[in-house]
């Protein structure tokens, strides 16, 4: 044991500075990496992010919605009180591309249930959710679901403007399709799970 701990000592001390040199650029790297990550939303001023917000949902609506925007510190802070029940936010998976989203209150407390990991939305109406510039779902075997995203092999897929009906929708009792297709424009998004909901393919700034 104390012949391993001398050998690997004075493998360190010749290979000193290549270590080095490899924990620095990694060190980088990661730094690039995580700015790129944060970047987006993050570093666009608050009037910015508020327009943003408001491109999710039809003129009429988000022009009298609350708006969150992201603070220097991450977090979510409200920049604006609306006075319709609607919220709006600039951004909901940190890709490249920003997806901006606006809900009613049913729909903010069904997206809150979802992100807060809880195993059914506690709502008891259907909630609205508009995102005007489309946004981002994960597929793979030809199946998307709530967890898909983080299974190996899941491709990502951007989506297009829509808006959806936050409320349990069956695939085969609506006999609409569980995936997109050419055919149908509206579709049921997380079919056979506690999230499912309706998709529709109508862009919001034309409602």
Request: with cysteine; hydrophobic share 40%; proline share 8%.
């Amino acid at each position: 044991m104390e012949q391993n701990k001398k050998v690997f000592v004075r493998y360190v001390l010749k290979n000193i500075a290549f270590i080095l040199t490899v924990s620095l650029l990694l060190g980088f790297a990661v730094t690039i990496m995580a700015g790129e990550k944060v970047k987006g939303v993050k570093s666009l001023s608050q009037e910015e992010q508020i327009k943003l917000a408001q491109s999710a949902a039809p003129p009429h609506i988000s022009k009298d919605a609350t708006i969150m925007v992201m603070g220097t510190d991450g977090k979510m802070i409200e920049a604006r009180k609306g006075t319709n029940g609607f919220t709006c936010i600039p951004d909901m998976e940190a890709q490249e591309e920003p997806d901006p989203i606006c809900l009613d209150p049913a729909g903010w407390q069904w997206l809150s249930d979802a992100m807060a990991g809880k195993p059914k939305p506690t709502t008891t109406v259907p909630g609205i959710a508009y995102m005007g510039k489309g946004g981002f779902y994960w597929e793979k075997d030809g199946k998307v679901t709530p967890t898909t995203k983080k299974e190996p092999g899941a491709k990502r897929v951007k989506d297009v403007p829509h808006w959806m009906i936050l409320a349990p929708f069956d695939s085969k009792a609506s006999s609409l399709p569980s995936m997109p297709n050419k055919k149908f424009k509206t579709w049921v998004m997380y079919d056979g799970t506690p999230y499912s909901h309706l998709m529709i393919y109508q862009d919001p700034k034309g409602l």
